[in-house]
């Protein structure tokens, strides 16, 4: 097969087949004919086409994550900068990004073959100034109503749908063998803008005399046209990609769809929700303590979720996911005890180990998915030769991807529900110690969960070690 082509378009319209009726496609650097399976196609252009939309996207997803997390660092400067919200106001502000990113996700799922990756990628690259603009406008006004800056801190979601669409894109240009390993990259790109703008932000609002934090939100302003310019000058639409709603509606009909969607509730939702709420517990338990520090939670949490996979592949994802439980009720318990000492040490490291687990957990469980849908499919044809398990296979993978942007979406309310919980526990308590109970006996029943139905011994699951 000869090397892709790229074929800027316009809005001409242009037949998909000899045979097929035209249809029109919205801007430009089109490729109708990408195939990576083809070993001949992948080295004589495709990789490198394939690599240049892969920087991209993760630039564009990077910042994507830092104007999801925007506010998790701004909320903890708001009294300094004349605010007077209450506790409680104040966690709704850092859980209302995560409620409507998570919801976002799925219809960006869809975006991508509708409307073209490098396309949309521009699309969703240039909404990411609504909520950067609406935050540097709110944030000079004390005055400025909660419900006001509510509605301004759930723009900040659009940063959380990108993920979805990000990962899509790129899963359409890679082949099978290469898939992970870009998507893995991808991932971990994207996670890091959490800790990049917890990083950033304290240090550059607090430039000169007092608080400016309309900074926080400026500052990110030409990065996103950077992006934005970056997609439309070196990124692809692939006249391939393709998102079949049937696997979607295929994958609800399965029940490990939901059962790895709670799980990956414990793990990504964990992950974000604590990211979210990092830096205002530092602030609120130990005021003494710089907030530049909280930018290492979301980093150490993002950098391990490649080993997650790698350690799954060698031992099976259940088992790797169970520990990652074990794990991240040992990092609450180690909380708790840091809290009642008032042992900021204990307090942090035990926060910096929950992270750790949490990354390691979303390695896992994303690599227990396709695994878990193998195994249901050959159970399903087994017998009936060859041509049946091929199917059964094919249906399989796509019903996996169906669960994958399922999963995805539903894994992330966590990190709405974990800073609820702690606004919960600080209004009926006065404290945070009863939230982490509570979320250490959901890691318990989580970790039961994964165990029964995918490690034990006597299952087909457990057999395959998925």
């Known amino acids: 097969m000869s090397a892709p082509t790229t074929h800027d378009e316009g809005s001409a319209v242009v037949p998909t087949d000899d045979t097929a009726p035209a249809r029109r496609r919205l801007g430009g650097r089109w490729i109708d004919d990408w195939d990576p399976e083809d070993e001949t196609f992948w080295h004589d252009g495709g990789r490198r086409i394939a690599r240049r939309n892969l920087w991209v996207s993760i630039f564009a997803e990077f910042l994507g994550f830092a104007v999801w997390g925007l506010w998790s660092i701004v909320v903890p400067q708001l009294a300094d900068a004349g605010f007077a919200f209450t506790t409680d106001q104040l966690f709704w502000l850092i859980a209302a990004p995560s409620l409507v990113g998570a919801t976002l996700r799925i219809p960006y799922t869809f975006a991508v073959p509708l409307l073209g990756g490098r396309n949309w990628t521009v699309v969703s690259a240039l909404l990411l100034l609504v909520p950067t603009i609406a935050l540097a406008l709110a944030v000079q006004d004390p005055t400025t109503s909660f419900g006001a800056m509510l509605a301004v801190a759930a723009l900040a979601g659009f940063g959380g749908g990108n993920f979805a669409s990000s990962m899509a894109n790129i899963s359409f240009f890679f082949p099978e063998r290469e898939k992970g390993r870009a998507l893995g990259m991808n991932a971990a790109g994207g996670n890091l803008g959490s800790a990049a703008v917890q990083l950033a932000v304290p240090v550059v609002v607090t430039v000169g005399a007092g608080v400016s934090l ?253």
Request: aromatic share 12%; hydrophobic share 55%.
């Open 214 to 466: 309309q900074r926080a939100g400026l500052m990110l302003v030409p990065f996103v046209l950077l992006a934005a310019f970056l997609a439309w000058r070196c990124m692809d639409n692939l006249g391939t990609a393709k998102t079949d709603p049937r696997a979607f509606a295929a994958a609800t009909r399965q029940r490990h769809t939901w059962v790895i969607s709670f799980l990956y509730i414990g793990t990504f939702g964990s992950f974000i929700g604590y990211a979210g709420a990092f830096p205002l517990l530092l602030k609120n338990q130990f005021p003494e303590v710089t907030l530049s520090i909280a930018f290492l939670g979301a980093l150490v949490g993002s950098v391990t979720r490649p080993l997650g996979g790698i350690l799954a592949d060698r031992v099976g994802g259940a088992r790797i996911t169970v520990a990652a439980y074990g794990a991240m009720a040992l990092g609450a318990v180690g909380a708790i005890a840091a809290l009642r000492t008032h042992s900021f040490g204990l307090f942090f490291g035990s926060f910096l180990f929950l992270f750790v687990a949490t990354g390691i957990g979303n390695g896992s469980v994303y690599r227990m998915i396709p695994a878990v849908f193998r195994v249901t499919a050959d159970r399903r044809a087994q017998g009936l030769g060859d041509g049946a398990v091929r199917a059964s296979r094919a249906a399989a993978a796509k019903a996996a991807a169906g669960c994958i942007g399922i999963a995805g979406s539903v894994g992330a309310f966590g990190g709405f529900l974990i800073p609820r919980g702690f606004a919960a526990s600080t209004s009926a308590a006065g404290s945070i110690v009863p939230a982490l109970w509570a979320f250490i006996g959901v890691y318990a029943v989580m970790a039961l969960v994964c165990w029964a139905v995918y490690q034990r011994g006597s299952t087909v699951m457990g057999a395959a070690r998925v």
